[in-house]
């Protein structure tokens, strides 16, 4: 129930005015069958300020069959300023069946919520636990969207294309 609860919110919130986009909503079956051993319930400290500070690798199942390129977006659902992106990548060949570093050569990645472009760690502050969203995207969009997208700007453009998604859910604490 939580999942879904927590789901629901971050669709309702896909384009909030905390990212200063309009109100919005990405919806789709839930067909792709996301897999990683990197997002357990609870993170390795390897994804986080904590540890390494990577990016989480995964794999998913093949995606509906009319699907032209995939998104990956890594998310904080907790963060006070609204939703908060880790991990944007776009423009994934709709025949890949997983994201590891490295990415492949026509994947974009865009800008997560430090401002930089790429895999921002997961830093929630001491003494809170935040819940963290991983979400694969299938889309009917050509891969040819731009580099450095914001959330805000690659949720607008997907939106209206999207035909299936994956998620995982996780959370982690900073003493």
């Not at 990016?55 to 998104?71: C, E, F, H, Q």
């Not at 994201?99 to 997560?112: F, Q, V």
């Not at 830093?123 to 991983?134: A, D, E, M, N, R």
Request: charged fraction near 15%; hydrophobic fraction near 40%.
């Amino acid at each position: 129930m939580r999942k879904a609860v927590i789901l629901a919110a971050l669709l309702l919130a896909a384009c909030g005015p905390a990212q200063g986009g309009t109100a919005g909503t990405i919806t789709a079956a839930l067909n792709v069958n996301l897999l990683s051993d990197d997002f357990p319930p609870v993170l390795p400290a390897a994804l986080t300020c904590d540890g390494a500070g990577r990016p989480p690798a995964m794999t998913w199942s093949d995606p509906p069959p009319t699907t032209r390129s995939l998104v990956v977006e890594l998310v904080d659902t907790e963060a006070p300023s609204g939703i908060f992106a880790h991990w944007l990548v776009y423009d994934i060949p709709s025949g890949a069946r997983g994201l590891t570093p490295p990415l492949p050569a026509s994947a974009t990645e865009g800008r997560n919520g430090y401002g930089a472009t790429g895999y921002g760690p997961i830093c929630p502050p001491h003494g809170q636990t935040h819940i963290y969203l991983l979400t694969v995207y299938a889309t009917t969009l050509d891969p040819t969207l731009p580099g450095g997208l914001t959330r805000t700007q690659l949720d607008d453009r997907i939106r209206p294309a999207v035909i299936g998604m994956g998620q995982l859910e996780g959370t982690y604490s900073r003493r």
